[in-house]
């Protein structure tokens, strides 16, 4: 019996290809770009300028995928990741390079990315960070019962099996013992196998901390919850019932943040903020994302800005000390909400928050006949081709569109180049370093 398992298993192993590949460059995504027989191949965990043995795991017509068995050559890139959990977990892409080679990369794939406009626009060098780990002050966690034991952790790469971290680096160290500190605590509950994820934000400051816990239990498994959370010692709590819909929040629940006063930004701009708006995960970076947004816009105390997709105000706020007036469309009403606070704690009254879609509320600006001279919008991942059109319509002098996803802000810029505007800058920011992540800002203007 022992030698007919043998025979199949060898069977088996003679299926399995095996190459050895020169890995070329990092491609979105954060996968090592390999060619095998004229063939592009993927191979996760690959650095640049390295000789590797792979085993391919899938093969298509046009491309195929591949995992590293053994490095052949390592890369003058290659350094050992600080994670042990690194090789499994799906939360970072690159550990596995040194940071200068990182932006390096990051660089080349937007410019890559973008190449349609190297004719158009000025391609400005990516901004990184002095220190690219402990920078979240916000993540997002899965949770599982294994062997009686509540787990907690990100997604293992391309999988829904959850990587049990020991230890986050992208976290400082009191974000991760209030990590455990929570889970410690949810462990002791009757119903934790009803619960599926939390999420944990940190204030500025580093001593606040909101939870919002989502479970799919009763009213009772609520006060439990509650109840056990208790001496994690958190600020606010928030607990969503997944199939009945029903929220229930407890304590303060928000997160504080501020823009420090600085050449571009007026005056120092303080922010309190619902966990369930959406908020940038590094302070630092945003920042310096306000910053040079203000440089590529250059406004004059005359103009009239629209924005669109504008959250808890984390843009408007600087960009009204500089204008004459700002509208704001958001479609949570939770983050309008906030941005209505905002505004009035930092005592400014030129913006108009707007809570509705986007979608329609620019046709009724059109309808309306009203002008702008900027159209700003950070639209989410999956970016804004469907408005295109309309924003050329109001025919503002500039566009600016702050994008977290270089392939949608590609194909937003097609779309309205269409009608008549074309990039003439881009900025490019390392917002989640050791993650294939690139923050774009892209300047438009009307074409000649």
């Not at 030698?3 to 491609?27: G, H, L, T």
Request: net charge positive.
């Amino acid at each position: 019996m022992k030698n007919r398992k043998n025979y199949f298993q060898s069977k088996r192993d003679e299926k399995v290809k095996r190459a050895e590949v020169d890995v070329e460059e990092i491609v979105w995504g954060g996968k090592g770009l390999t060619r095998l027989n004229g063939k592009i191949f993927f191979v996760s965990k690959a650095v640049p300028e390295e000789r590797v043995k792979i085993r391919i795991t899938l093969e298509k017509s046009d491309f195929g995928e591949g995992e590293i068995e053994r490095i052949i050559t390592p890369s003058r890139f290659r350094v050992s990741p600080l994670c042990k959990d690194f090789k499994r977990c799906g939360g970072c892409q690159l550990q596995m390079m040194n940071y200068p080679s990182q932006l390096s990369q990051k660089q080349k794939i937007a410019e890559n990315i973008l190449r349609r406009w190297r004719e158009f626009a000025k391609f400005n060098e990516i901004i990184g960070m002095k220190n690219p780990f402990f920078y979240r002050h916000k993540g997002e966690f899965h949770l599982k019962v294994k062997d009686g034991k509540l787990i907690f952790g990100f997604y293992e790469k391309e999988s829904h099996n959850i990587v049990d971290f020991e230890n986050c680096y992208l976290f400082d160290d009191k974000f991760n013992l209030k990590l455990k500190e929570v889970v410690k605590c949810l462990n002791s509950a009757k119903c934790k196998n009803s619960l599926l994820s939390f999420s944990l934000s940190c204030s500025e400051t580093g001593k606040d901390y909101v939870l919002s816990l989502s479970h799919k239990g009763s009213f009772k498994d609520e006060n439990e919850i509650l109840e056990k959370l208790s001496p994690a010692n958190l600020k606010g709590i928030i607990v969503e019932n997944e199939e009945t819909q029903s929220i229930r929040t407890v304590e303060e629940c928000f997160i504080t943040y501020s823009i420090k006063q600085s050449e571009e930004i007026l005056k120092e701009i303080h922010f309190k903020v619902n966990p369930k708006s959406f908020t940038q995960a590094n302070f630092e970076m945003n920042s310096l994302l306000i910053k040079e947004s203000l440089r590529l816009l250059n406004l004059s105390n005359y103009e009239s800005i629209l924005e669109l997709f504008s959250g808890v105000g984390n843009f408007s706020l600087p960009i009204s000390l500089r204008c004459k007036e700002v509208l704001s469309i958001e479609g949570s009403e939770v983050a309008s909400k906030d941005a209505k606070f905002n505004s009035t704690f930092n005592g400014i009254t030129n913006v108009e928050n707007i809570n509705g879609d986007v979608n329609e509320w620019i046709l009724k600006l059109l309808a309306q006949s009203r002008q702008f001279d900027v159209i700003f919008l950070d639209p989410p991942r999956s970016g804004s081709f469907e408005i295109m059109d309309t924003i050329a319509r109001f025919q503002p002098k500039k566009i600016l569109y702050v994008s977290c996803f270089l392939p949608t802000l590609e194909r937003d810029l097609r779309r309205i180049y269409e009608f008549g505007y074309a990039p003439t800058e881009f900025s490019f920011f390392d917002m989640v370093p050791q993650t294939y992540g690139i923050e774009t800002i892209a300047l438009l203007t009307r074409k000649k």
